[in-house]
């Protein structure tokens, strides 16, 4: 967050709440979203991608957590996602 305000030239809080205004969700949940969708494009692209090196190469370190997080964005877990696709 602190690199992606200074990015912007903005502080922290002026950030969050433009963001907040603009898209309805924080920066952080905004950038949950952006790495949980890309996962899900890894996952489809190739499925044989261990799930722990999935959730590594787009920044959430504990599989558990991702697998929690991806299931509630797309409401399948991620072994079930690259099933499907």
Do not use: W
């Amino acid at each position: 967050m602190e690199q992606l305000a200074a990015d912007v030239a903005m502080s922290r809080s002026k950030l969050y709440d433009k963001m907040r205004a603009m898209l309805g969700i924080s920066p952080a949940d905004f950038i949950r979203n952006v790495r949980l969708k890309r996962a899900a494009q890894i996952l489809a692209r190739n499925p044989s991608v261990a799930i722990s090196e999935v959730a590594r190469s787009v920044g959430l370190v504990t599989s558990r957590n991702f697998s929690a997080q991806f299931k509630k964005m797309f409401g399948v877990l991620p072994s079930e996602y690259r099933t499907e696709k």
